[in-house]
């Protein structure tokens, strides 16, 4: 399963980014997909996180500011990210898994992007 993070940038606080992932991945509607990231020095974090069926959860920092979808017929995954804070700043990886239960546990996931920079500075 190839993941092809996009859309990264830099932005001011309170600005937007769209972030999409692309997946060769056949029966791509299976899997469960999710968004993690990681700033320099700092752990791997996990964001948001989609199931098959189109329910989702978050992490704390980013609820409402955040919101993952995903398109199963384009096999792509997004993130809009709201309101983004300097602390937002930080790597952004796609990854995926084929067991049904979403999870911010990055443990769990089995295929990963290379990642998509995201830096949030005035």
């Known amino acids: 399963v190839q993941l092809v993070e996009s859309g990264g940038g830099s932005v001011r606080p309170g600005g937007s980014l769209k972030l999409s992932c692309t997946s060769s991945a056949y029966a791509y509607s299976r899997y469960t997909m999710a968004w993690f990231r990681q700033a320099p020095g700092a752990g791997r974090e996990g964001v948001a996180s989609?199931?098959?069926?189109?329910?989702?959860i978050y992490t704390d920092s980013v609820k409402g500011r955040f919101t993952i979808s995903r398109d199963n017929a384009k096999n792509t995954l997004t993130l809009q990210m709201n309101s983004l804070k300097p602390e937002d700043t930080a790597m952004y990886y796609c990854?995926?898994?084929?067991?049904?239960?979403?999870?911010?546990?990055?443990?769990?996931?089995?295929?990963w992007g290379r990642g998509t920079q995201v830096t949030v500075s005035s």
């Open positions: 989609i199931a098959r069926d189109g329910s989702s």
């Open positions: 990854a995926a898994r084929g067991e049904p239960l979403k999870t911010l546990e990055g443990r769990l996931y089995k295929h």
